[in-house]
C-alpha cells in the first residue's frame, strides 16, 4: 500500500550560504578572496504550512538575512528556497508569494494607512473598490477602524506596526516574514501586541517565520523555535 | 552665559564697519545702480507698450520658453536613470563618470557649446536639437546630484517592502520611488529650467543667426540695435518670469514634501545579478558615453582640417594673418592673455571683498545677514543683465569707465564673490567660538582673539574661492560680451566669433582655444576639489 501523500512544507530552506564583500581599505586596489565575510552557512530550515516558527539568535548570527534572502532581496550564493514545494530562487521577489513586516516598518509615507493596506491587493489587480473594503476589513481586525484617512506619518509605534502587519497580511502572501517586528515598543506595548500578533497569525493559517532575540516573545507568537546556530 | 560672553567679546563696531564697508559700497555702485538704472531705463509706458506690442518680442519669449521646457524634460529624462545608477550602485569607475559629469556642468557655456558644435555633423550644425543636446549634456549633472542626493539615502528596505507586496520593478518606480524623489525632481527641473530659459552662450555659438532666446535679444537690441529701452524692458520680462517660475517651484516642493525617514549613510551596494550587473554597464556607459564624446571631439577637431591631421592650429595661434595682409580680426594669443590678466584682477577683487565680507558677515553676526543676503544677489541675476546694466549706467561722464581696463574684471568678480562669500562663511561659522573665549580668557583682546582663533581658518575656503573666482572669470561670457571692447576680447568671446567664422583653420583655433578654456577650468575645479575641508576636518573644528 502506498503511503498517503504528504503536503509539502509551507517554507523549505535547503543549504542557503551567503557570503558579503568586506569594504576595501582605502588605498588599496584588486580583489581579495579574504574579503569575503561568511554569513550564513548552509542554513537549512524547513516551516510546515500554517505553523508560526520564531528563529533566535544573537546579533550578527544572520537572522536577518536569512529573511532578505527568502524574500528575494539578497541573492544566496547557493541553495534553494521553497514555498509551498515550488522552488522560488530563481524568482524575483515580486513574484515568490512571500509578505515581510520590517524592523521599521517601511510604511509609504506617501500614501494614506488606507492605501498602505491596500496596495498589496492593488499589485495583484484587484479593483478599486474591492481591495478598499479588503483593507478596511484587515484595518478592523488589527484594531485600527476609523485610521484609514490618517497619514501615517502621524500615527504612533504601536499603530505603525499594526498598519505594517495589516498591510502585509492584506497581500494574502503564501508566507509572512517578520524582521524583529516588536523592536522598540515599550514593554506593556510590546506584550499586548505579542499576544495580539500570535492570535492573528493563527486566525490567519499562514505559514510565517518571526527572526526575534526574545525568547518571551517567541514562547507568546510562535508554535515553534529555532536557534538558528543550530541550523 | 555664552550669549553674555559672546557680547563681552564681540569685535569692536568700528572694525566690523571697516570690513562691511568694501563690499557694501562695491554692491552699491556695480550692482544696485546698475540695476535700478535698467529698470528706470525699462518703466516707460511707451517703450512697454512699444516693445511687448511687437510680433517678434513674443517670437522670442515664445522660443525662449519652448526650447527651456523640451531642454528641462528631455533633462530629466536622460538624467534618472544615471541619478539612480550612481545613487544606488557602487561600480569600477563611478568616481569617474561622478567627476566627468560635474566637470561638464562647470565648463563655460561657450566651451559646451563649441564641444557640442564639433560633435554633431554639419546637418545638425546650427539647429535648435544642437542648442537641447547641448543643454542636456550641460545639466545632466544637475539631475545627478540633486536627485541623486536625495535616492541614496531613500531606504532601500521601502522599496523591498513594495517589492513583497508584488510590486514589479516598474511598478516600485513609479509608485514608490518616483513620488518619493519627487520634491528632488521638481528642485533639479527647475534649476535646469532657469538655466536654459537664461540659455547665451550655447544660443551664440550653436544656434541659426536668427534663433534667439531673451537674453540673446537683449544683447542684440542693446549692443547691435542701441535700442536701449526695449533691452531693458526684455530683461525685466525675464526677471519675471524667473520669479514666477522659482516661486511655484518652492511652493510645489513644500507641497509634495515627504517626511521621509532618509538613511543616514549611503544605500550604495554592489550589483548582484546578471541583470543588475547589464543594466548598470548599459547605464554608465551611456552616460560617459553621453559626457565625454563631446570633450573627445573638441580636441579632435582642433587637429582637424579638409587635408587630414595638423597642428595648424595649434602652432599657427599666435599668427592673426590669414593670408598675407588679410587679418580675421581675432588674435587667439591676446585672447588668452587677456583672459589671463581678467582673471588675476577679478580674483583678486573677489578675494579681497570676499573675505572681507565673511569676516563681517560672521562677526556681525544677525546684523550680517542683510549684507550676506545682498551680496547673493547677483547669483539671482543673470550675467547678461548685469552686464547690460553696467553698460547702460557707466556710459556718462564722470563715471565714463566703459574704456576702463578694470571694468571687465569688476564684472566677473560680482558673479564671483557669491562663490567666495559661500565658501568662506560656511567654514568661518562652524568655528567653534569656545575658542575665542579660551584666548581671551588667556589675556587676548578681542582683536587678537578674534586674528589668532578665526582667521587662520580663513586662508583654505578662501584659496577654494579663488579658484573658483578665477574659473568663473576665465569661462564668463554674458557680462563680458556687453562691457569687452575692441582688442580686449576674452577667449570666450574669441571662440564665438572664430567659430562662427567661414574657414576650416578659424574655426580648428576657435576648437584650440576651447579645449584650453576647458583644461584650465577642469584644472581648477580638481584643484577646488582637493583644497576643500573633508569630513574629518570639518568635524574636528
Given at each position: 500500500m502506498n503511503a498517503p501523500p504528504r503536503d509539502p512544507p509551507g517554507l523549505d530552506i535547503q543549504d542557503v550560504t551567503v557570503t558579503f564583500g568586506v569594504p576595501r581599505a582605502e588605498g588599496t586596489r584588486g580583489r581579495d578572496p579574504s574579503d569575503q565575510q561568511l554569513v550564513l552557512d548552509h542554513v537549512s530550515l524547513s516551516v510546515r504550512s500554517g505553523e508560526v516558527v520564531a528563529l533566535l539568535g544573537p546579533s550578527g548570527s544572520g537572522k536577518s538575512t536569512l529573511l532578505r534572502v527568502i524574500a528575494g532581496i539578497i541573492v544566496a550564493d547557493s541553495g534553494r528556497v521553497l514555498v509551498h514545494g515550488v522552488d522560488v530562487t530563481q524568482r524575483p521577489t515580486h513574484l515568490r508569494g512571500v509578505g515581510m513586516v520590517f524592523q521599521d516598518n517601511?510604511?509609504?509615507?506617501?500614501?494614506s494607512v488606507l492605501d498602505n493596506v491596500a496596495f498589496g491587493p492593488k499589485m495583484a489587480g484587484i479593483d478599486r473598490s474591492e481591495r478598499a473594503e479588503h483593507a478596511l476589513t484587515w484595518l478592523r481586525r488589527v484594531g485600527l477602524?476609523?485610521?484609514?484617512?490618517?497619514?501615517?506619518?502621524?500615527?504612533?509605534g504601536g499603530e505603525a506596526k499594526r498598519v505594517a502587519l495589516a498591510r502585509t497580511l492584506a497581500g494574502e502572501p503564501a508566507v509572512v516574514l517578520l524582521d524583529e517586528p516588536l523592536t522598540g515598543l515599550d514593554r506593556d506595548l510590546h506584550d499586548r501586541l505579542a499576544g495580539e500578533l500570535g492570535a492573528l497569525l493563527h486566525d490567519a493559517d499562514v505559514t510565517t517565520l518571526l527572526v526575534t532575540h526574545d525568547h518571551d516573545e517567541a514562547a507568546t507568537i510562535a508554535d515553534r523555535t529555532a536557534e538558528l546556530t543550530d541550523l | 552665559m555664552d550669549g553674555a560672553g559672546a557680547r563681552v567679546n564681540r569685535l569692536p563696531r568700528r572694525l566690523l564697519i571697516a570690513l562691511a564697508v568694501g563690499p557694501t559700497v562695491g554692491l552699491a555702485v556695480f550692482y544696485v545702480w546698475p540695476f535700478v538704472t535698467l529698470v528706470v531705463e525699462a518703466v516707460d509706458a511707451t517703450v512697454i507698450a512699444d516693445t511687448l506690442g511687437r510680433s517678434s518680442t513674443w517670437e522670442v519669449v515664445w522660443f525662449t520658453a519652448w526650447q527651456a521646457v523640451v531642454s528641462t524634460v528631455m533633462t530629466i529624462a536622460v538624467g534618472m536613470a544615471p541619478a539612480y545608477v550612481l545613487a544606488r550602485y557602487d561600480f569600477r569607475g563611478r568616481s569617474v563618470l561622478v567627476g566627468l559629469l560635474t566637470a561638464m556642468f562647470v565648463l563655460p557655456t561657450v566651451v559646451m557649446g563649441a564641444a557640442i558644435l564639433a560633435l554633431l555633423p554639419d546637418s545638425l550644425d546650427r539647429t535648435v536639437w544642437a542648442v537641447i543636446g547641448a543643454h542636456v549634456v550641460f545639466n545632466l549633472a544637475v539631475v545627478v546630484r540633486v536627485v541623486g542626493s536625495l535616492w541614496e539615502h531613500l531606504p532601500t528596505d521601502m522599496e523591498a517592502a513594495a517589492a513583497t507586496l508584488g510590486a514589479s520593478r516598474w511598478k516600485v518606480a513609479t509608485q514608490i520611488s518616483a513620488p518619493l524623489v519627487r520634491p528632488a525632481v521638481t528642485a533639479a527641473a527647475t534649476i535646469v529650467f532657469l538655466f536654459t530659459f537664461t540659455s547665451y552662450g550655447v544660443i551664440r555659438i550653436l544656434a541659426a543667426p536668427g534663433t534667439r532666446t531673451i537674453e540673446v535679444e537683449v544683447w542684440r537690441r542693446a549692443t547691435q540695435l542701441g535700442d536701449i529701452g526695449a533691452a531693458a524692458v526684455l530683461a525685466l520680462l525675464q526677471l519675471v518670469v524667473l520669479i514666477a517660475i522659482v516661486s511655484w517651484s518652492t511652493v510645489a516642493q513644500r507641497r509634495h514634501a515627504q517626511a521621509i525617514g532618509l538613511e543616514p549613510t549611503s544605500a550604495r551596494r554592489r550589483p548582484q545579478t546578471v541583470g543588475e550587473r547589464r543594466f548598470v554597464t548599459l547605464i554608465a556607459g551611456s552616460a560617459v558615453l553621453v559626457a565625454g564624446a563631446p570633450l573627445v571631439a573638441l580636441v579632435v577637431r582642433s587637429f582637424s582640417t579638409p587635408t587630414g591631421w595638423s597642428t595648424a592650429a595649434w602652432t599657427g595661434?599666435?599668427?592673426?594673418?590669414?593670408?598675407?595682409?588679410?587679418?580675421?580680426?581675432?588674435?587667439p594669443v591676446e585672447a588668452v592673455v587677456n583672459s589671463l590678466g581678467n582673471a588675476l584682477w577679478a580674483t583678486s577683487f573677489a578675494v579681497v571683498i570676499g573675505a572681507s565680507a565673511s569676516l563681517a558677515i560672521v562677526g556681525a553676526g544677525r546684523a550680517g545677514r542683510a549684507l550676506d543676503g545682498g551680496l547673493m544677489l547677483p547669483l539671482a541675476t543673470s550675467a547678461v543683465t548685469i552686464g547690460f546694466g553696467m553698460l547702460i549706467t557707466f556710459d556718462?561722464?564722470?563715471?565714463?569707465?566703459?574704456?576702463?581696463?578694470?571694468l571687465v574684471p569688476v564684472g566677473h568678480a560680482l558673479i564671483a564673490v557669491p562663490f567666495v562669500v559661500r565658501t568662506c562663511v560656511g567654514v568661518l561659522r562652524s568655528v567653534d567660538p569656545a575658542m575665542g573665549t579660551a584666548a581671551a580668557t588667556l589675556g587676548a583682546s578681542s582683536i587678537r582673539a578674534w586674528w589668532a582663533?578665526?582667521?587662520?581658518?580663513l586662508w583654505r575656503p578662501l584659496a577654494v574661492g579663488a579658484a573658483l573666482a578665477a574659473a568663473i572669470s576665465l569661462g564668463e561670457f554674458g557680462a563680458t560680451s556687453f562691457l569687452s571692447r575692441s582688442g580686449g576680447e576674452t577667449m570666450p568671446i574669441a571662440i564665438e566669433q572664430l567659430l562662427g567664422r567661414t574657414g576650416s583653420i578659424l574655426q580648428a583655433q576657435g576648437f584650440v582655444l576651447a579645449t584650453l578654456l576647458a583644461a584650465t577650468t577642469v584644472i581648477l575645479v580638481v584643484v577646488v576639489e582637493r583644497l576643500r575641508p573633508t569630513e574629518a576636518e570639518r568635524a574636528e573644528r
Open positions: 517601511q510604511l509609504f509615507p506617501h500614501m477602524e476609523g485610521f484609514e484617512h490618517r497619514r501615517v506619518t502621524d500615527l504612533s | 595661434l599666435g599668427r592673426t594673418e590669414i593670408r598675407p595682409g588679410i587679418r580675421v580680426g581675432v588674435d556718462t561722464s564722470p563715471v565714463d569707465w566703459r574704456a576702463s581696463w578694470w582663533t578665526l582667521v587662520p581658518y
